[in-house]
């Protein structure tokens, strides 16, 4: 069933319990104001992409690790995960619905994710978006706009994909006036070990937040 799928804020929740923090102290340690963290927990507000890398980088852990329930394994040898979007980890913002899958492994050399294009346009989206790493974006239904820092806008229908450096500033807008476009995403780390990987919501928290 959709609605029992974990949240945003079941993911900060956990992440919290499991460091034996209080409120005040996981806004210590991650930087993140007590009355966001404590909205994001009742899923009230969800994180954007530059407040959820501040979180990765300030607690040392991984985008993947991040949305992972189990502690990581000494040995990993035939992993295997099966991603649903009943047991996606959704995380809303006002331009894209993004459906995390198979967020039980950690330590992932790539993070896939289901996403619904909200933006009609490049003027509601707002500012290019630049972070770590390479994505590669595949369209499903409907047709997406792609707005690239070194490239002119490219129209891609169903069966069309795209891959970029995720470091060259980007946005990804749905192509029809009306519905959503939806897209299947690959994204991963510029690092060597693969590690710091991308989640996504696009925007600055100002954009999501009250």
Not at 103 to 121: D, F, G, Y
Not at 147 to 158: N, R, S
């Amino acid at each position: 069933m959709a609605g029992d799928r974990r949240t945003l804020g079941a993911v900060m929740s956990g992440l919290r319990t499991r460091n034996g923090w209080t409120l005040k102290e996981m806004s210590q340690q991650s930087g993140i104001p007590m009355s966001t963290l404590s909205k994001v927990e009742h899923d009230r507000l969800s994180l954007t992409y530059d407040k959820l890398q501040q979180v990765s980088e300030r607690l040392n852990i991984s985008m993947a690790d991040l949305f992972s329930e189990e502690p990581a394994a000494a040995t990993v040898m035939g992993r295997r995960s099966i991603g649903t979007l009943e047991n996606a980890v959704r995380v809303e913002t006002p331009n894209y619905e993004y459906n995390y899958l198979c967020t039980e492994l950690r330590n992932k050399r790539m993070v896939p994710v289901v996403t619904r294009i909200h933006a009609k346009s490049i003027e509601a989206f707002g500012e290019l978006v630049r972070h770590s790493g390479e994505e590669f974006i595949y369209v499903v239904e409907g047709r997406l706009i792609v707005h690239t820092e070194f490239y002119d806008p490219i129209e891609l229908k169903p069966g069309e994909s795209i891959y970029i450096d995720s470091g060259m500033g980007h946005a990804y807008i749905c192509g029809q006036t009306s519905g959503e476009t939806l897209t299947i995403g690959i994204m991963s780390s510029a690092d060597e070990d693969l590690s710091a990987l991308v989640p996504v919501a696009h925007h600055r928290i100002g954009k999501t937040g009250p």
